[in-house]
């Protein structure tokens, strides 16, 4: 949390903080906010950063990701898997319900084709490829915490034969990008 002045807070009291109430959530800001200052409650204790205290998510090397957070996972053999990133997955919080593309339904690169519903917000679900759905996850239909749990394995959301990438950033770039770690 940040302390009266802006700086990290390690121990998260809720004591008074610039334009926030008490009741505030703990999660933090991105981590360009948070930069070398001391929290003045324990005054000899200085962060470099948010990492220290809130772990980063884990981003998959072997997958590709679209700027909106889905990843896709294509090995050339049959219709590639796609799932949210660990980073979106976080970010939403406790994941409740989610609403995937029909089988046989096509989807297209960079557009809607479903919903995540979590206990913060709804978010809409994008397509990083086009092509044809050929499966959706019903454990994922039927336990969307699953999504929070295990994003990159039992957490997948759907399948499509694919005919078309949109633009996709390696795991390096998206990591890069959202404060991802490999």
Known sequence: MLSRDGGWCPHRATH??????????TTPPAPTIAA??????IPSVTLTSPERFFPMSKVAPELKYSAEHEWIA?????PSTIGVSAVAADALG??????LPEVGATV?????CGEIESTKSVSDLYSPVTGVVTETNSGA???????????????WLFKV??????????????AAANGGEL
């Open 74 to 78: 294509a090995d050339g053999s049959g």
């Open 108 to 112: 297209t690169a960079g557009e809607v």
């Open 36 to 41: 070398h200052r001391p929290c003045r409650l």
């Open 141 to 155: 239909i039927e336990d969307p915490a699953i999504i929070n749990s295990d994003p990159y394995g039992a957490g």
């Open 94 to 99: 406790d994941i409740v319900y989610v609403d």
């Open 16 to 25: 008074d903080f610039v334009g926030v109430s008490a009741a505030a959530p």
């Open 161 to 174: 034969d694919v005919e078309s990438d949109g633009p996709l950033l390696s795991a390096e770039e998206y």
